[in-house]
């Protein structure tokens, strides 16, 4: 089929994989006649270690924030950058890169709770 079609197998496996209906996070994966345990209970992100659900809720909560916030915080936390490499970056000052970090960190606060 990957001859006919010029691509390769790995391709044919990938599309014939996408075929698969999916699948409910919610979908009990194990019943021992106690506790249920869902596909959702076994996701999470092995790198940050943050529960599935925690990492799409503040990556929800990010979205909510403006373009600036969101960029001030990724190079903060993410990159590392101090608040004086974003305010050269951004030409504006240092304490504005403060107060709008502390103003994200606050919205996000909220929206989290």
Known sequence: MAEKLDVSEFD??????ALKDPVSMYEPIYN????TIYLYDQIEDKK????????????????ELKQRERYILDERFVM??????????????QAQVSRLEKKAIQQL?????
């Open 80 to 93: 590392g950058k101090s608040q004086m490499e974003i305010a050269e970056e951004l030409d504006i000052s």
């Open 12 to 17: 044919i496996s990938n599309a014939l994989l």
């Open 32 to 35: 021992d006649g106690g506790d």
């Open 109 to 113: 606060k909220k929206v989290l709770k």
């Open 48 to 63: 940050s270690n943050l529960e599935f659900s925690n990492q799409l809720a503040i990556e929800d909560a990010m979205e």
